[in-house]
């Protein structure tokens, strides 16, 4: 059997949902799956399962006990679309590569005059 102590909980008129941090107790079990918990925080809070969104959950070693911040949608949470797996089998599309270039220096270098330092002579008189 797992107990729910709430740590916190606040009412978001904006976002419309309810922020929910709590501190699960499931001795003796494993860490529940988070379908379980969703199920039992909906159950708790007269909400929809589907409409309930783990953000985390955190379990300390030696301890049975988690940690989960979730939200409670007033309104059905917009799912992310997934992107689709192409099959191996099916020849993929690429646009063609580009082949690097090496870089043309627009400057030439010119040869540099060598410049040798003039000699004094000194008269003796």
Do not use: C
Not at 66 to 82: F, G, H, L, N, R
Not at 85 to 100: I, L, S
Request: no cysteine.
């Amino acid at each position: 059997m797992i107990n729910v102590k709430i740590l916190e909980e606040k009412e978001n008129p904006i976002l419309k949902r309810k922020d929910l941090l709590l501190m699960l107790d499931h001795k003796g079990e494993p860490t529940p799956k988070t379908s379980d918990i969703a199920k039992l925080i909906a159950d708790k809070f007269k909400g929809d399962q589907k409409k309930t969104e783990i953000i985390y959950m955190f379990s300390q070693k030696g301890i049975s006990q988690t940690k989960v911040k979730a939200y409670v949608w007033k309104e059905k949470i917009i799912e992310k679309p997934k992107e689709e797996k192409k099959p191996e089998g099916e020849a993929q599309e690429e646009a063609p590569k580009e082949e690097a270039k090496p870089k043309e220096n627009k400057k030439e270098k010119k040869p540099e005059a060598k410049v040798e330092p003039k000699k004094e002579e000194n008269p003796k008189k």
